[in-house]
């Protein structure tokens, strides 16, 4: 779960889309009183939300920031190179391109969104220089932006913490459904990505990329 | 479960020591990430949270609620969650602030809350990770990346709610 964003224009278009229905439906459903009520209180809302998870976020950073700085990334990287292998049949298993990768998915699962993004552009990066800049993605960037868009995480922190501070009894106790439904999620990307790759339709011979 | 996160800190913190990293000191130069972080998402949220707020008290997701909850209960579907669903590929803070509202109005630990957190958990922010990814090589051209992507966050929907019913009902 990340939130990180950089204000798009899709964003633009969105907000406003959301603030001027409210405005019109209120008027339609007769409630404009709890919208200037609402108006009041969801800053401080937020506020308070921002509050809970400002403590706990700054806690985790500071576990994981331990965890990348020791190398543990590394060590998950390693542990998933060979999962990661058959998915990218191409790469040259030492390869840089290979390495970022493996580097982007373990720090996604740990959790470290901030760390994986730099990784992944990097491998994005490697992948494009690979494909001869074409402008066309290649089939590993497509695998890969797919993994990137699947949420893998071990420990949602985050969604723990919103949860108890909304009065949840076992905050945790969702965490086992989140790693099924996720990896159910991965396994469809990662199955249509790769058929797809290989459909006959566009079957360029490719030379093997180092 | 609720013994992950703390068995998770001792095992960095006793890598960190045998790594020989100074182990609280690279803790605070993570933590102070963790407030500029904060201090990043907070106006974006605020912004969001605003907007789902209005949008919550109009009537207008009550309404569209009641819409489709007759189709979404025969599918075994909590209506309350369509409005996260549709969100979710698109913004991560407006399905946070979303999800927060849900907390409110259902409580986490209804069906509803549960199959939202189980969404929120297992899916991402679709369209902004393509933007950045192929924004950098400036590729247009993604070809079936988003179908797949976006089947992804399909499955994520549907399992969240198989997956709720098969553990806690």
């Known amino acids: 779960m990340k939130f990180v964003e950089k204000s798009d224009t899709l964003l633009n278009y969105l907000w406003s889309a959301l603030i001027t229905l409210s405005v019109i439906c209120s008027v339609i459903f007769g409630k404009t009183h709890n919208l200037s009520n609402a108006l009041i209180d969801s800053g401080a809302g937020s506020l308070e939300l921002i509050m809970t998870m400002a403590g706990i976020l700054c806690l985790w950073s500071g576990i994981m920031k331990i965890a990348s700085e020791s190398g543990l990334t590394s060590v998950f990287a390693k542990l998933f190179a060979p999962v990661l292998r058959p998915l990218f049949p191409r790469l040259n298993k030492d390869s840089e391109a290979f390495e970022s990768i493996s580097m982007n998915i373990s720090a996604n699962l740990l959790g470290l969104g901030n760390a994986a993004t730099p990784f992944g552009l990097k491998a994005m990066k490697q992948l494009h220089q690979l494909n001869g800049c074409k402008a066309t993605a290649s089939n590993e960037m497509v695998v890969f932006v797919v993994m990137n868009t699947a949420s893998l995480q071990l420990l949602p922190t985050t969604l723990a913490v919103l949860r108890q501070s909304y009065g949840s009894k076992a905050p945790f106790e969702i965490i086992v459904p989140v790693w099924i439904s996720s990896a159910c999620a991965l396994c469809v990307a990662l199955i249509l990505a790769v058929t797809l790759n290989k459909s006959p339709v566009k079957k360029l011979k490719r030379k093997r990329a180092v | ?169």
């Open chain 2, 1 to 169: 479960m609720e013994f992950i996160m703390p068995a998770f800190a001792c095992a960095a913190v006793v890598f960190g020591i045998i790594k020989r990293v100074p182990v609280f000191d690279v803790f605070l130069k993570g933590a102070k990430e963790g407030i500029m972080l904060i201090y990043n998402i907070a106006p974006t949220l605020i912004g969001l949270v605003f907007a789902v707020d209005l949008l919550r008290s109009s009537g207008a997701v009550e309404s569209l609620c009641e819409l489709i909850r007759p189709a979404a209960e025969a599918l075994g579907f909590p209506a309350e969650i369509v409005p996260m669903v549709l969100l979710r590929p698109v913004s991560g803070s407006g399905s946070t602030a979303l999800l927060t509202a849900l907390y409110q109005d259902c409580g986490p630990d209804s069906f509803a809350g549960r199959v939202a957190s189980v969404l929120a958990g297992s899916s991402e922010t679709t369209f902004y990770a393509i933007a950045v990814y192929f924004g950098c090589i400036k590729i247009k051209k993604i070809r079936h990346t988003l179908f797949a992507a976006l089947a992804a966050d399909l499955t994520a929907v549907i399992m969240s709610i198989i997956t709720v019913r098969l553990f806690f009902y």
